[in-house]
């Protein structure tokens, strides 16, 4: 079965980085891509950016440029989310989600990691 | 970006009850349209893609409908499991964005 296992709880400074990773089984790696999204304490879903898994090519929703890099090792298929510079309102959990498609040209998130929360705090 | 919005944000209801929840696009996405079910503490599950194929294993009463930019999710009959909150997710172009979501608790 399809399984993203995500590494554990974080809590960072202000101005740090944080790599956060997601472990896949159950599914050939790189045959699909995998995207991070976060949420805040109490908030909605947050789109942060995709990699493919055969290319590594990579897609970041704006917000995010220049302050964060995913990558991938598929010797282990694992991908990795690093963020730099965090700051307080960086505080959230980070999800990775499997992009699959199901009959249809049509992406979804179709399997998601337990999630792994960021704490920013001084 | 394409803005999402979902009515209502937040509904009461018994079990049993028949539910509908609305969400819109700020500009057409064909049926590019996804539905998550999110509880406390837990990842999203994914209920409804490409806006009316229901996801393996997901219960029949659960409905999705809609092109364009007017979607709806309806749960036929709610049931004790199905308290929830309820998200709407384009994926017809970068950056891909997520409803606000909308919460169904116990009446």
């Known amino acids: 079965q399809v399984q993203l296992v995500q590494s554990g709880a974080e809590v960072k400074k202000p101005g740090a980085s944080v790599k956060v990773s997601c472990k896949a089984s159950?599914?050939?790696?790189?045959?699909?891509?995998i995207a991070w999204v976060r949420q805040a304490p109490g908030q909605g879903l947050e789109w942060m950016g995709w990699i493919n898994g055969r290319t590594a090519n990579t897609n970041y929703a704006q917000k995010f440029q220049g302050r964060v890099t995913m990558t991938t090792d598929t010797s282990t298929s694992t991908a990795y989310m690093e963020l730099r510079s965090l700051r307080s309102d960086d505080t959230a959990v980070y999800y990775c989600a499997r992009e699959g498609y199901h009959g249809s040209s049509v992406m979804v998130f179709d399997y998601w990691g337990q999630g792994t929360l960021v704490t920013v705090s001084s | 970006d394409i803005q999402m919005t979902q009515s209502p944000s937040s509904l009461s209801a018994s079990v049993g009850d028949r539910v509908t929840i609305t969400c819109r696009a700020s500009q057409t996405i064909s049926n590019y349209l996804n539905w998550y079910q999110q509880k406390p503490g837990k990842a999203p599950k994914v209920l409804i893609s490409a806006a009316s194929s229901l996801h393996s294993g997901v219960p029949s009463r659960f409905n999705g409908s809609g092109s364009g930019t007017d979607f709806t999710l309806t749960i036929s009959s709610l049931q004790p499991e199905d308290f929830a909150t309820f998200y709407c997710?384009?994926?017809?172009?970068?950056?891909?964005?997520f409803g606000p979501g909308t919460k169904v608790d116990v009446k």
């Open positions: 159950g599914y050939t790696f790189i045959n699909f891509g």
């Open positions: 997710q384009q994926s017809y172009i970068t950056p891909f964005t």
